[in-house]
């Protein structure tokens, strides 16, 4: 069974323009997590997702993050315009439904803001 | 301020000591993993404890909760060199609620 896929691995960019990273969940899971990772610091959590409907967006900087779930599968996180304070790993991760203790990440894309 | 706090941040023994590393906090907590992660890599769980003194066993690694749910600890015995990485914790106040991460150890087995 493959597991959560992520892509790009890396990415390198200039400050203000734009970036965004792709998450495929495994098969029939219907929550999706996207997390930050900075440097030397645990995941924090950006947005979570039940299906195609954003639960939980708080900790998500609405000016300049956008998200989005269509048809409850692969999700897509945007950057516009980057910061060099979005230098970090943005990572995904998939549980079968909300409260399953378990979260399956992804290997995470490393955004480098030049 | 960290709802979790790890100790230590960074630990480097030789292969074969025994280890522990810690995990606490001034909250209750209704679930707890521990996950460990390798460069390049995403989390990967190892446990998930629910049970205020709950210990659970993982080959050489021993998790146990506080009674008090407030705080975690994991233990290596014999460590190895494939047991290097980012050992994080996270905790969840409730069913249902996300997952909050610590800030991780890093442990480093030399051989």
């Known amino acids: 069974e493959a597991g959560v896929v992520q892509s790009p691995r890396y990415k390198i960019i200039e400050k203000k323009q734009p970036v965004a990273f792709w998450c495929n969940p495994i098969s029939g899971h219907n929550t999706l997590y996207w997390y930050r990772q900075n440097l030397g610091q645990g995941p924090e959590l950006l947005i979570r997702?039940?299906?195609?409907?954003?639960?939980?967006d708080s900790q998500l900087p609405k000016d300049r993050f956008s998200a989005e779930r269509l048809k409850g599968v692969d999700s897509t996180l945007k950057i516009q315009p980057a910061e060099l304070g979005d230098s970090a790993v943005y990572l995904c991760?998939?549980?079968?439904?909300?409260?399953?203790?378990?979260?399956?990440f992804g290997a995470g894309t490393r955004l480098s803001v030049l | 301020t960290q709802l979790l706090e790890q100790s230590p941040q960074f630990l480097s023994i030789q292969e074969g000591e025994n280890l522990t590393v810690y995990c606490n906090s001034s909250?209750?907590?209704?679930?707890l993993q521990w996950y460990r992660q390798e460069p390049g890599e995403g989390p990967v769980l190892l446990v998930t404890?629910?049970?205020?003194?709950e210990v659970k066993k993982l080959k050489r690694l021993t998790f146990q909760f506080g009674d008090a749910r407030k705080d975690s600890s994991l233990h290596i015995t014999a460590a190895q060199p494939g047991d290097t990485g980012l050992y994080l914790c996270?905790?969840?106040?409730?069913?249902?609620?996300?997952?909050?991460f610590g800030p991780g150890t890093r442990l480093s087995v030399l051989p």
């Open positions: 909250s209750v907590f209704s679930s």
């Open positions: 997702y039940e299906n195609e409907e954003a639960v939980d």
């Open positions: 991760a998939s549980s079968p439904r909300q409260g399953e203790y378990i979260q399956y």
């Open positions: 404890v629910v049970t205020g003194g």
């Open positions: 996270a905790g969840a106040r409730g069913y249902g609620q996300n997952f909050v």
